[in-house]
């Protein structure tokens, strides 16, 4: 399966392989959750903050579908 993902900058630079540029395609496994899609990006759990899916905010256990457009949207933090 195949799905579009938009991630911010800071995780443009921390995806192996890079994708260059913040937009791009990522082939999974069928039945594939966001949280497997996460760990098969490399980016941390702690800096990655909601995770939307087709414009909706989606459960790490979430199953994703082809041509799904995800996005991942940096934790915040505040001092």
Do not use: C, Y
């Not at 949280?35 to 790490?60: D, H, T, W, Y």
């Amino acid at each position: 399966m195949e799905i579009n993902v938009g991630v911010a900058t800071i995780f443009a630079q921390k995806v192996v392989p890079p994708p260059g540029g913040t937009r791009f395609e990522l082939r999974l496994k069928e039945h594939a959750t966001v949280l497997n899609m996460i760990e098969n990006l490399g980016v941390s759990r702690s800096l990655a903050g909601p995770i939307i899916v087709n414009k909706k905010k989606s459960a790490l256990d979430q199953v994703l579908k082809d041509k799904d457009q995800v996005s991942i949207v940096p934790a915040i933090s505040g001092g």
